[in-house]
Nanobody, 121 residues
Framework: QVQLLESGGGLVQAGGSLRLSCAASGRIFSINAMGWYRQAPGNQRELVARITSGGTTNYTDSVKGRFTIARDNAKNMVYLQMNTLKPEDTAVYYC???????????????WGQGTQVTVSS
């Protein structure tokens, strides 16, 4: 089994910062891209940031310059540093990873259960 476990969510005032962490564990042979998505009430889940195994990153426009994604390949972890938070960043944040469970396994996508981020005005 593969598990993605997020941590670091919480309540913060506008302008504040939070750091999310996600640990991938279980039967993992290799991990390609890892990322963070978010879903606010009544909205579809959207990409926040994504990082490849080589370190190439991409961000949704609304978080560019405020959020930074990073990963530790040795620990199978991905992080999201969120600065200058705004009330519109309030959402459940989900960790995501594209990985193989073995050399000849197909590339599959796994999700964490999510962590709530609430930004008060």
């Amino acid at each position: 089994q593969v598990q993605l476990l997020e941590s670091g969510g919480g309540l913060v005032q506008a302008g504040g910062s939070l750091r999310l962490s996600c640990a991938a564990s279980g039967r993992i042979f290799s991990i390609n891209a890892m990322g963070w998505y978010r879903q606010a009430p009544g909205n579809q889940r959207e990409l926040v940031a994504r990082i490849t195994s080589g370190g190439t990153t991409n961000y949704t426009d609304s978080v560019k310059g405020r959020f930074t994604i990073a990963r530790d390949n040795a620990k199978n972890m991905v992080y999201l540093q969120m600065n200058t938070l705004k009330p519109e960043d309030t959402a459940v944040y989900y960790c995501n990873a594209d990985l193989r469970k073995g050399r000849y396994y197909p590339l599959s996508t796994y999700w964490g259960q999510g962590t709530q981020v609430t930004v008060s005005s």
